[in-house]
C-alpha cells in the first residue's frame, strides 16, 4: 500500500478495534510499513530495508562511540538516584518494592536525553522509515536491576497508543538505546518477527486510570495468549541481544516483550517514539479520558528539525 491510498483520518475512523468488552481477534493491517517510496539507501542499505519490512524490526550495531555510551550512563545513574527524592509521577517503581521500573518524559527531564532525542542519526532512520515530519510521541528509560528486574508481558505498544491515547494508524517506530549489554540471561528485549502485519485486538473494557497500574504490571491491552501462541508457532520468538552502544528500530506494531531478570547483570534501555506530524493524536479510541502528556504527547507535540 503507497502512502496515497491511505484513507482519510477522522477522529471516529477506526480501522483498528480493541477492547470495550468485545471478542478478541488478529486483524491484517491496513498500513504501511515503510512509508517512503522510494527510500533513501543511504540512511539504511536495502538489506536492513528488507529486513525491517520483514520482521518490524532491526538491530544496528556500534551505533554509538564507547564516550557516548559512558555519557548516557552517567545521566542515567543521576536520574536513578533521583528516584527516591522525588514524588514526580514520570518516575516508575516495581509493583512490590521501591526499584525503579521506568522513567517516562526523559527528553524533558534529561538536557543529555533532549539533544539524543534530536540526534540527526536518529532522526533520519525515523523521517525514512515514517516519510513525514516527527515528533516525540512519548521517552523512557527502562530498567532491569540484577536479581529484581520485573519482565514486559507480550504486547504491542500500538494497541495501547491507540486504544488509550487515540494514534489513528501505525506511523510510529521505537529506537531503543541499550546501555548495558543486553544478554540471553539479563532479560533482553525479545521480539515475535513478522507479528507487525497482524493486528491483535484485546477484549477486556479499559478501567478508569489503567495507566497506573499498567506501568507496573501491564494486564489490560495484553494479547490472548492463543493468539500470541499462533503467531509464535508460525513466525518464533528473536532475542535483540545486543551491546552498548547499539540500537533497536521496531515497528509500532511489532509484538515484544522481556523476561524478568533474575541474573545478577542489569539491563537497562532508553526509548524514543518517533510519531509522524500528521498522525498526531486525536480522542482516545476507547472514549476515556486522555492519559498524561508524559505518556502521550498532545500539548507538546514539538516537530524535531
Known sequence: MSVSELSPLNSTSDLYPSRKGKPAKIITRQ?????ADRPDTSVLNQEHLDFYQQNGFLVLHNFF??????????ELSRLSGLSTKTADSRFILEKDCQNVRSIFEIHVISNVFERLCSDPRLTQLAKLILNDDI???QSRINYQPGFKGKGFQWHSDFETWHTEDGMPR????????????????????????????HFLSCSAQTPANNFISSLKEQRIGVPNERH???????YGIVQALSQPGSIILFDCNTLHGSNSNISPLPRSN???????????LVKPYDEAPS??????????MRPLE
Open 228 to 234: 500470541i501462541s499462533d503467531l509464535v508457532r508460525q
Open 170 to 197: 501505525m506511523r510510529a517506530v521505537s529506537i531503543s538505546i541499550p546501555l548495558t549489554a543486553n544478554t540471553p540471561s539479563n532479560g533482553p528485549l525479545m521480539f515475535v518477527p513478522k507479528s507487525h502485519k
Open 31 to 35: 498500513d504501511p510499513i515503510i512509508y
Open 135 to 137: 515528533y516525540i510521541h
Open 270 to 280: 532508553l526509548f524514543f517514539v518517533y510519531n509522524a506530524v500528521s498522525n498526531q
Open 65 to 74: 562511540s564507547a564516550e557516548e555510551i559512558e555519557l548516557f550512563n552517567e
Open 291 to 300: 492519559r498524561p502528556e508524559y505518556l502521550a504527547a498532545r500539548r507538546s
